[in-house]
């Protein structure tokens, strides 16, 4: 059931994409992409549910806990099916690949148009902020726009380019957490745990601060949208998954604490712009500023990875469909530019209508069903095909996977509750991704089967019983 014509597995023309790409980068691309504004934010709206600094930090760290149940299974998965665009290879395999088509469709679409359009406006805010009377809307534009043109240059610049800006990312990160510790005034908070810290875990505003805390997150998978580019993937994926989560998780946690030792709760309680505030405290009236470039400069590489990682979903999918093959063509540098251009374009169009953060609210629960989905796929491969070669298998199974279904289950759940309407949206979406599959594959053109494993997955699927294949289908459409 090929849905179009392809050669080998990342060929277009061709070539093979170069694989420049090293574990050191792909770990800079998980970090950059988890680091936005989520921790810079989220923290006053927390104080006003849970006051225990104990209980606080313990969101965090179980937020991490989560994020790396996560990376393990995706890192099993990258290293049986080393080929870049995430869910849509590892639904496809998993499932059939009408469901990784879906999860391409979101992908391609708005996935990460929208989140990238979002950190380009904040970037613009921020940077307003350092530079008053400047436009957030030019700042905005030329963030994106710069780093697209990086993008556009090739892998070898695109790489160098990442690992620099995240690098710097972490050192600011590492050195407001020393400025903070060195200069900040002590606040009379105890992160020891204590008996009453239990009332505050078993709240539901616990679990309401979490879903929050695992947005924040968000990112820890953003490697594997680049397998095909990484030297040596069966190793170096799992160790930029594991090594990025991590790094981020003990940042998280450590930028909490500092926020919480420097700053009176009742400063940060209801307030959005907690680093701001924050920043006020440790380093007086122009701590603001300081703050605010910090954040503007780290978000250089969060763009720079979703401008990098997205376009690779559409490249991929277009060298699987013959109606897309245009997006599968990349320049002699490795840069898929036609996907890249057409991701710049949404995300201009999103930020000049100021759209992306309601599209960001209609895409959620699609987001965290492909990923609930992966892991679950994961689980069913264990069971249906337990002898298949494994070039890494995730540590902890089956409790890992199972505390991340747990957990994103429960976001989904939040979500449909609490956003109906937006889920419902995130519903339609999938269901056009699907209809859009069924278009495509009807005018497909067939293609012999491949038998490397690195084929497309559209062409080399994992054999499915009818019954399952309809239950993977069922599951899109329910």
């Known amino acids: 059931m090929a849905v179009g014509a392809a050669g080998p597995a990342g060929q277009s023309g061709g070539t093979r994409p170069p694989q420049l790409v090293s574990t050191g980068v792909a770990t800079a691309i998980v970090v950059a992409d988890m680091i936005g504004v989520g921790v810079f934010t989220s923290l006053g709206f927390q104080i006003n549910a849970v006051s225990s600094g104990f209980s606080l930090l313990l969101l965090w760290l179980v937020g991490g806990v989560v994020a790396v149940c996560g990376a393990l299974s995706y890192a099993e998965l990258g290293a049986m099916f080393p080929r870049s665009s995430g869910e ?59 780093v697209s043109v990086v993008q556009l240059a090739g892998i070898r610049h695109g790489s160098s380019f990442q690992l620099a800006a995240t690098v710097l990312k972490v050192t600011l ?9 060195a200069i900040g005034d002590r606040q009379q908070i105890r992160f020891a745990p204590a008996a009453s810290d239990l009332q505050h875990i078993l709240h539901p505003s616990f679990a ?24 040596a993937p069966q190793k170096s ?14 940042l998280y946690v ?60 559409t490249m991929t999918m277009g060298e699987d469909i013959a109606a897309l093959r245009r997006f599968a ?23 000049l209508t ?38 890494y298998r995730a540590w902890g199974y089956p409790v890992t996977p199972a505390i991340f279904l747990v957990a994103t289950a429960a976001m989904m759940l939040y979500l449909v509750a ?22 495509v594959r009807s005018r497909a053109v067939p293609a012999p089967a491949a038998k490397d494993v690195d084929a497309p997955a559209a062409e080399l699927q994992v054999p499915l019983a009818p019954a399952a294949a309809n239950a993977g289908l069922d599951l899109i459409v329910h």
């Not at 002699?332 to 996907?339: F, N, T, V, W």
């Open 354 to 391: 100021a759209s992306f953060e309601a599209v960001l609210d209609f895409i959620q629960f699609a987001l965290l069903a492909c990923s609930f989905f992966t892991v679950l796929g994961m689980v069913r491969l264990r069971i249906t095909q337990p002898l298949r070669p494994r070039p």
């Open 329 to 351: 063509m990349r320049s002699d540098a490795g840069a898929p530019r036609a996907a890249i251009l057409v991701q710049l374009a949404v995300a201009t169009l999103l930020l």
């Open 418 to 439: 609490e956003r109906p309407l937006q889920s419902l949206s995130s519903g339609a979406i999938m269901l056009a991704g699907l209809l859009a599959y069924g278009l």
């Open 237 to 250: 994926l799992p160790r930029a998954l594991l090594a990025g989560t991590a790094i981020v998780t003990v």
């Open 173 to 181: 990160i590492a050195a407001f957490l020393i400025a903070g510790i």
């Open 208 to 231: 309401i601060s979490l879903v929050f805390v695992m947005y924040a997150f968000s990112g820890w998978n953003a490697a594997t949208y680049i397998i095909g580019e990484i030297k």
């Open 88 to 146: 849509y290879n590892f639904l496809s395999r998993c499932f059939h690949p009408a469901f990784g088509f879906v999860a391409g469709f979101v992908s391609a679409t708005v996935g990460f148009a929208a989140p990238a359009a979002l950190a380009a406006m904040a970037f613009g805010q921020y940077a307003a902020a350092v530079v008053p009377g400047a436009p957030p809307l030019g700042l905005a534009l030329g963030v994106l726009w710069l």
């Open 254 to 313: 450590a930028l909490n604490a500092v926020f919480l030792i420097t700053t009176p709760l009742s400063a940060m309680a209801g307030q959005l712009d907690v680093a701001r505030v924050a920043g006020e405290a440790m380093f007086g009236p122009t701590g603001g500023r300081i703050v605010a470039a910090m954040i503007c400069i780290g978000l250089v590489s969060s763009i720079s990875a979703m401008m990098w990682i997205g376009p690779r979903v």
